[in-house]
């Protein structure tokens, strides 16, 4: 190949993708609600990619990326790009959407989640059938509309290692990287006939720990790829931490450029650069902080050093952060002016682009030391499993929900109309009220033994909490894209936080007061909460971790003494947080873990303690889990196909794993729920097995609850009969 021109002095490796106002969450449930054609849904789409490229252009970026943007994941783009459709979806009218939703007959991929945030790809089914066959019209067609507007792009492609690695087989799906590396070198090929100059392929698997097999599959691709005679050149992008080991393995190939992230990820090592071009992340994407100039220069000024060529970036993907702080006129001015949301975060790559990184050197970080964990016990499980059963009186095989139930649309916008002073507070009050009847009615009706109130009140699991708490701000389109059409508005914690006062006793003790069965007092856990909040960076993460967990331990005691005898206190981000590295993962569960128990380790013997745990390959962690002590963990399983179960087998208190799956819109028939409790009751002894769907039910209708919670229940009544007559 000829050598490509140079690299642009400043680029992103990714942009958000659902729209400022979440245009394409409105456009998928259009069209899955059938008010929509594929045709609409596309047309959408492009009018979304439009608007990027245009904006990044006018903001002065000089390298676009391109097929960024994605219907529900890149990952999943990535499986159809490489032909890897399992034949069971290849009849369905929408095979993609049938991968990543499901249909009435048919189960969804699993998903979980990105690394470690709170993004959630479609996990690839490679196997030794799999028929790779490459189909390049996304990334082409990409290029050839961002050309028709008069702009050249860079096209974003998952790395051939990273998409094997995350399949599900992980490192053994490495068998198959000879066929792969084929599809990529054809899309290369191609890319590089349609003009293409460079090219980007994404391995963040990079910065994780890598054996020698997967180190070797790293060279053999990038040599091969590399060393391919047609072809754009090539950048290989690294982002959410520190390459490592695999640095030098990269650095040996023939690749032109390397994306290095400066955030997560540090400067030793840099030597090994010498000769190639370097995308230095120093501009964070994964925090909305300002950068601080003096920092972002000095690791440009250490990369310049040794490599041929420096280009300013972003550390990974904007995907992870809002569109635009000038949208939000209602924060203090004094927090606004620290904060850069992706528009400002493009700014300041344009803006270290163009300076001299001269200047004084940064003053070395002041980070006070971590506080020590305090301690937190509650009585053996022994004990507490005795007296909760006496106070509870429930049936084996207790059927239960993880805490919401579906979100009405009058609900949403009467909170809507609240937030904009139009509905008066005590008439929304009257609303959610009559919300949690309903949901206890239809519980007792369907014949579930521990209820929830729904959490009609709460517009988001860790948002409602925020707004509740001293320390926190909220924004009104901070909006980052979960999964799908979800997105969720991560609050900014950004001083010391304490509870001003209750927060949940009011909703938990009118439910309560509607019905004789137990009733759950719901609650987010204090590793969530920072984890899906944009957290201050002037205290160690485990020190705003447990000021959090004091303010959920005061919250747990307010619901005790209202009579509340079943407390969840969730924690599906324990997993996420959990350190790309090995390393510093013992020192995180330790910490973490105690936070838990400092939150509920107050609780009476007789109050049962929940925890919920879910997409987040909880298996990995049991030990941990273990360790929070709850007397109930309720976790997915049924997306995942039962995989937790096989390593449960020490667990010592009760467990749920999830026989429903929400995120799909299909109901699961009576007897999938009873096959999938069998599976359980070989691995849990039927004494210690919670029924119980995968995560809460927020995103899905009425009607689909209760149809699928009627054959959760019948399922689980069957058992009970046979249970009883062995």
Not at 18 to 27: N, S, T, V
Not at 189 to 218: F, I, M, R, S
Request: one cysteine or more.
């Amino acid at each position: 190949m000829s050598t490509p021109p140079a690299f642009p002095a400043s680029t992103v490796l990714g942009y958000p993708r659902i729209g400022p106002r979440r245009e394409l969450k409105r456009a998928l449930e259009a069209y899955w609600d059938g008010r929509s054609t594929r045709e609409e849904l596309d047309r959408a789409g492009a009018e979304l990619r439009e608007r990027t490229w245009l904006r990044l252009a006018e903001l002065g970026l000089e390298a676009l990326p391109s097929n960024t943007f994605s219907l529900y994941d890149h990952v999943l783009d990535t499986a159809v790009m490489l032909g890897a459709v399992p034949k069971r979806y290849l009849d369905a009218e929408d095979p993609y959407f049938a991968m990543a939703r499901g249909t009435d007959g048919l189960a969804p991929l699993r998903m979980t989640k990105w690394f470690d945030t709170n993004y959630h790809y479609i996990v690839p089914e490679v196997g030794p059938d799999t028929a790779f066959a490459l189909d390049a019209a996304k990334p082409l067609g990409e290029v050839r509309q961002a050309r028709a507007l008069g702009l050249e792009t860079r096209p974003v492609v998952l790395g051939p290692v990273t998409f094997l690695l995350l399949s599900e087989r992980g490192a053994a799906a490495l068998d198959r990287l000879g066929d792969v590396l084929a599809c990529y070198e054809r899309l290369l090929a191609e890319l590089a006939a349609e003009g293409v100059a460079w090219a980007q392929l994404d391995e963040p698997a990079l910065v994780t720990d890598l054996g020698p097999a997967e180190l070797a599959a790293v060279r053999e691709a990038y040599e091969r790829l590399g060393g391919a005679a047609e072809r754009p050149g090539l950048l290989v992008a690294a982002p959410y931490g520190d390459l490592g080991e695999a640095l030098p393995v990269l650095a040996a190939t023939p690749v032109e450029a390397i994306g290095v992230d400066l955030v997560r990820g540090g400067l030793d090592g840099v030597a090994a650069l010498a000769g190639k071009t370097v995308v230095a992340g120093v501009v964070s994407g994964r925090d909305v902080w300002r950068t601080e100039p003096e920092r972002a220069a000095h690791a440009l000024r250490t990369v310049r050093a040794h490599a041929a060529h420096v280009v300013v970036g972003t550390s990974c993907s904007l995907l992870h952060v809002p569109y635009d702080v000038a949208a939000e006129p209602d924060l203090d001015p004094a927090l606004r002016a620290r904060l850069a949301f992706a528009e400002q975060k493009v700014a300041e790559v344009v803006e270290l682009a163009r300076s001299s990184w001269d200047g004084p050197e940064p003053a070395a970080a002041s980070v006070p030391l971590a506080a020590p964990v305090p301690a937190g016990e509650r009585a053996p499980y022994a004990v507490r499993a005795a007296a909760q059963a006496e106070r509870l009186g429930l049936p084996p095989l207790p059927v239960t929900t993880i805490g919401s139930f579906p979100q009405t649309g009058e609900l949403r916008a009467a909170r809507a109309a609240v937030a904009a002073g139009t509905l008066p507070e005590r008439e929304y009050d009257r609303l959610v009220e009559a919300e949690i009847e309903r949901a206890v009615r239809a519980q007792e009706r369907l014949g579930l033994d521990v209820l929830v109130h729904g959490e009609p009140e709460r517009n988001d699991m860790v948002q409602y909490f925020a707004e509740h708490l001293d320390g926190f701000a909220v924004t009104r389109d901070g909006w980052v894209q979960s999964y799908g059409s979800r997105c969720t508005r991560p609050p900014i914690l950004h001083g010391d936080v304490s509870r001003p006062g209750p927060i949940t006793v009011r909703w938990a003790r009118h439910a309560q007061s509607l019905t004789d069965r137990p009733v759950k007092g719901m609650l987010t856990g204090p590793v969530t909460i920072v984890a899906w909040s944009f957290v201050r960076d002037d205290l160690p993460l485990r020190d705003v971790v447990f000021q959090v967990a004091e303010a959920i331990r005061e919250e747990v005691s307010d619901l005790e003494a209202a009579g509340v005898p079943v407390i969840q206190v969730d924690e599906p981000a324990l997993r996420e947080l959990l350190p790309l590295r090995r390393a510093a993962q013992a020192d995180y569960l330790e910490w973490s873990v105690a936070a838990y128990r400092r939150a509920t380790s107050g609780a009476d013997t007789a109050t049962q303690i929940h925890t919920h745990l879910c997409y987040s390959d909880a298996d990995q962690i049991l030990a941990a889990i273990d360790g929070l002590d709850a007397d109930v963990t309720t976790v997915e399983s049924a997306r995942s196909g039962g995989r937790i179960l096989g390593a449960v087998g020490g667990f010592g208190r009760g467990l749920g794993p999830g026989v429903y799956d929400i995120h799909s819109p299909r109901v699961p028939g009576g007897e999938e729920v009873e096959r999938l409790l069998r599976e359980a009751l070989k691995a849990l002894p039927a004494g210690r097995l919670w029924v119980n769907p995968d995560c809460g039910l927020k995103t899905r209708t009425y009607e689909q609850v209760e149809a699928a919670l009627t054959n959760v229940v019948a399922a689980t009544r069957r058992l009970r009969e046979e249970l009883a007559l062995s």
